[in-house]
């Protein structure tokens, strides 16, 4: 079973509607209108909140030159210091307010994720509706603390963290006072190759660990954010951008408006194609049913002649006498003449001038139920 989870008025577990997270991230360039207008469009494209990041260059990391400062790891901002990409991509504080009450004004949670201890306390000033734990901050112990501290829901990026560092991270938000807490897969790579993402961990993740699970996903398109909600991903977080062809660091693997639109509908449509576990045939197949194989004259049958496999077919549409029963009908005789194409039943079938005796040998003939071995449903 699930954990609780909820953020505002929204559950979030398995069998809800996914709950779509807009990170905004670094593609407001700096430019409070467009951070404005980015969150217009992330509600326009059917998302449920916006994610904001909270920190300085200063209380993420130092201003040095240092090699150890230097990024060198195959992505796009190779050959820059951290400080000087961070400066470029923090979001002003003082615009956090202001943006969280143009979201709330929309219908939209806002949160963040903090990168210190004075950003939590920040975020908390903010009245923020829940706390983000970044993939590169799961080890931060204390950092973990303080947001489970606040008792908000909580939620938890897993990329790079092996399943031991997961178990640790969810021990230490629950001993310091969460009580709702979700998981995300993550494959922090920027972008991500399709061929590292490994969705199947996320069913794995939801039996381990027992809690919500999502995605945020940092590959190209919206394939891999539609095949986790197949695989039960609960919540799902995407860069939006109002246009790629902007400068920023995160804006090449971000989404446009109008692609995170299309994603957003693609998941709505797993989540009712998805439905539950169900044998039966519902709505349009009801009535498709007709459709089925049965038992018809396929040429003209006097009284007193017997039915044989030239005369009576199994065929489209079902109105006649189930197929499983052809066997028990050759060699029997026609009651009256039967009309080419006559959906066959027993009425029309006489057996030594008794019906009784037909009628009473096809209940013995009902299909038996077939046990199946017992399968695991993840």
């Known amino acids: 079973m699930t954990a609780r989870f909820q953020i505002g008025s929204r559950e979030v577990r398995p069998g809800a509607p996914v709950y779509v997270i807009a990170e905004l991230s670094a593609n407001h360039n700096q430019d409070f209108e467009k951070a404005i207008q980015t969150i217009r469009a992330a509600k326009d494209a059917g998302a449920d909140a916006v994610k904001l990041q909270t920190y300085t260059p200063d209380t993420i990391t130092l201003a040095s030159d240092r090699e150890e400062f230097r990024i060198n790891a195959g992505t796009l901002w190779d050959g820059r210091t951290l400080h000087d990409l961070y400066k470029e991509a923090f979001m002003p504080w003082e615009w956090q307010p202001k943006l969280k009450n143009s979201a709330e004004d929309l219908g939209l949670d806002l949160f963040s994720s903090a990168f210190d201890p004075t950003a939590v306390d920040f975020l908390e000033r903010m009245n923020v509706p829940a706390h983000k734990v970044a993939s590169f901050e799961l080890v931060d112990i204390g950092l973990i603390q303080k947001m489970a501290h606040t008792g908000k829901p909580l939620i938890l990026s897993t990329g790079m963290a092996t399943v031991e ?176 194409g006559t959906p066959l039943d027993w009425k029309l079938v006489a057996e030594g001038g008794s019906l009784t005796s037909i009628a009473d040998r096809t209940k013995m003939e009902e299909p038996r139920t077939i046990r199946l071995p017992s399968a695991k449903i993840v």
């Open 165 to 340: 560092e997961i178990e640790e991270a969810v021990q230490v938000a629950r001993q310091a006072g969460a009580d709702q807490i979700a998981l995300l897969k993550c494959t922090s790579a920027y972008p991500a190759p399709p061929e590292d993402m490994n969705l199947r961990t996320i069913p794995e993740m939801m039996q381990r660990f027992g809690l919500p699970v999502g995605l945020s996903d940092h590959t190209m398109g919206i394939a891999a954010s539609v095949a986790a909600v197949a695989l039960g991903a609960c919540i799902i977080e995407k860069h939006l951008t109002l246009s790629r062809s902007l400068p920023g660091p995160d804006s090449a693997f971000s989404l446009e408006p109008h692609e995170f639109k299309s994603m957003v509908e693609a998941v709505r449509t797993v989540e009712k194609a998805l439905g539950t576990v169900d044998f039966s045939a519902h709505g349009k197949q009801e009535s498709s049913k007709a459709f089925r194989r049965s038992l018809f004259a396929v040429e003209d049958i006097s009284e007193g002649a017997q039915f044989t496999a030239s005369n009576v077919r199994s065929i489209r549409p079902g109105y006649g006498l189930h197929p499983r029963y052809l066997p028990v009908l050759l060699g029997k005789r026609a009651a009256r003449d039967i009309k080419k």
